[in-house]
């Protein structure tokens, strides 16, 4: 409380909690917006990653009665 002038102040405790709560919202408030734009960047880059992906092994040719080998089925 020492290091807080505002709750120092007498009858300011209500006010000095209220000030500190509506700050911590409003930074929480800045965090979350900060967040949803990382996610919705990052799927965007991932839907981008997949297309380039996708539209490579689609023109990798193949020979005839070549096994084909999934990338994705974690034996690689």
């Not at 409003?26 to 981008?48: A, F, G, Q």
């Not at 996708?54 to 999934?70: G, S």
């Amino acid at each position: 409380a020492a290091a807080d002038p505002v709750s120092m102040v007498p009858g300011s405790l209500e006010t000095g909690s209220w000030c500190n709560e509506h700050m911590l919202h409003e930074r929480l408030d800045i965090i979350e917006e900060k967040v949803i734009k990382t996610v919705e960047h990052l799927e965007s880059e991932v839907k981008s990653l997949l297309n380039i992906i996708t539209e490579t092994t689609l023109n990798i040719p193949t020979v005839p009665a070549t096994p084909l080998i999934d990338i994705f089925d974690g034996q690689y």
